[in-house]
Structure formats: C-alpha cells, structure tokens
C-alpha cells in the first residue's frame, strides 16, 4: 500500500497569506495526485487533479505541483471561504490513499 | 449537474450488515469513461476508500474490507450500492458515495453529501 503524510497537521494564517501545503507518497506515484478542500458536515471537493490541474471552478489563487514523492498545495492569497482541512490522495494504481489532512485555521 | 445521494440506515447492530445506496441523477451510471466509488470517514481513521464498480459491474476492494464488502450496481434504477458485512464499532464512519474519472487512474470529482452509519449493539 502506498502511504501518504501531509505536512503541517494545522497551519493557522490570516487572510490574504500565501500558505503551503506538502503532501508526500511512501512511493513513486508519478502526478497521479488529488487535492480536496473539505468543510465540516460537508463532503470533500476536488480542486487539483494530476498534481497540478485546476478542477473547473475552482479558483486559481489555488495551485498544485510536484511529482514522484513530494507535491504542494499552494493558496495565494487566502480568503476567508478558504479555512477549511485539506487532503491530498494518490490514484497511482486502484488501491486509492488519502492522506491525513491538514487543518487551515484562522490566525 | 451530477448529483449523488447515499441513503440507508444511520443505525446498524454489531455483527449485522451495513447497506447503503447511492442515487445518481443528471447523469448516468453507464457512462463511460466513469466509475463510482464509496468512501468512508472516521475520526480515528481519515478518509478511506472502500471500493469501486465500473458499469459492467467489475469491482475493485480494499485489501482490508475486502473480505467483507460488496459493491454492486443497478443500471435500470441509476444506482449503485455497499453491503459491509460483520460490522463492528470500528465502522462507524461517514459513508460517501462518489464518482471517479474520467478514465483510469481517477481522482473523485463529483461526491454525495455523506451519510451518518453508526453501529452499535
């Protein structure tokens, strides 16, 4: 199985701050990538697909990037609709993983 | 717009069987190139996949559910559905359906709002 850590566990910011997000994949999962904004009580939404696609309608102050083992989740300029726990997962085979999330809050 | 909705129990007895039905409307089960998954989400756990089924019904399972769950779909009502058997206190969890796609491998792009499963003796 192809483990999957993200990094920090909670990252508190402001709004307006540029923020990253690092997640990493125990193996190679080339750009087979997704990021997910998740809100409570809600179901997870896709915004980045193949490590660095935007999901259409997602706003572009979110970028994605890396390969192989490490990738990024970037917010340019965090807005307030923005904190909220973030989770990468690898579809690099059909043993899909998600890492453990990472929580946005508010500084 | 896609849209899927998990129905079924929110209550379910130790050692009995969890089953759960995902309705899709504005779309359909069929298309290719597309596939449906459930996932869950427990505090202790995160997000897990549990499986997926194609249209042609070819399944895809978790090594570690694997033993106990079945996924299967039903074209003519738009449907797809999870049978979890043997359930323990350990799956207690949020129960999404999801769609994946387009193509092999695939991300989850379109996802039900969830569903509350709580088993308890």
């Known amino acids: 199985d192809i483990q999957m850590t993200q990094s920090p566990p909670t990252l508190s910011a402001s709004v307006g701050d540029r923020v990253t997000i690092t997640c990493r994949a125990s193996?190679?999962?080339?750009?087979?990538l997704a990021w997910y904004q998740q809100k409570p009580g809600k179901a997870p939404k896709l915004l980045i697909y193949?490590?660095?696609s935007l999901q259409s309608g997602v706003p572009s102050r979110f970028s994605g990037s890396g390969s192989g083992t490490e990738f990024t989740l970037t917010i340019s300029s965090l807005q307030p609709d923005d904190f909220a726990t973030y989770y990468c997962?690898?579809?690099?085979?059909?043993?899909?993983?998600f890492g453990p999330g990472t929580k946005l809050e508010i500084k | 717009q896609l849209q899927l909705q998990e129905s079924g129990p929110g209550l379910v007895k130790t050692s009995e069987i969890l089953s759960l039905t995902c309705t899709v409307s504005?779309?359909?089960?069929?298309?290719?190139?597309?596939?449906w998954a459930w996932i869950r989400q427990s505090p202790g756990k995160g997000l897990q996949w549990i499986g997926t089924?194609?249209?042609?019904?070819?399944?895809y399972y978790s090594p570690s559910l694997k033993s106990r769950v079945t996924i299967s779909v039903d074209t003519s009502k738009n449907q797809f559905s999870l049978n979890l058997s043997s359930v323990t206190a350990a799956d207690t969890a949020v129960y999404f359906c999801?769609?994946?796609?387009?193509?092999?491998?695939?991300?989850?792009?379109?996802w039900g709002q969830g569903a509350l499963v709580t088993v308890s003796s």
């Open positions: 999801a769609r994946g796609g387009p193509g092999f491998p695939f991300y989850f792009d379109y």
């Open positions: 504005g779309g359909s089960v069929s298309s290719s190139p597309y596939y």
């Open positions: 089924v194609e249209s042609s019904g070819t399944t």
């Open positions: 193996q190679s999962i080339r750009s087979w």
């Open positions: 193949k490590a660095s």
């Open positions: 997962q690898q579809y690099n085979n059909y043993l899909y993983s």
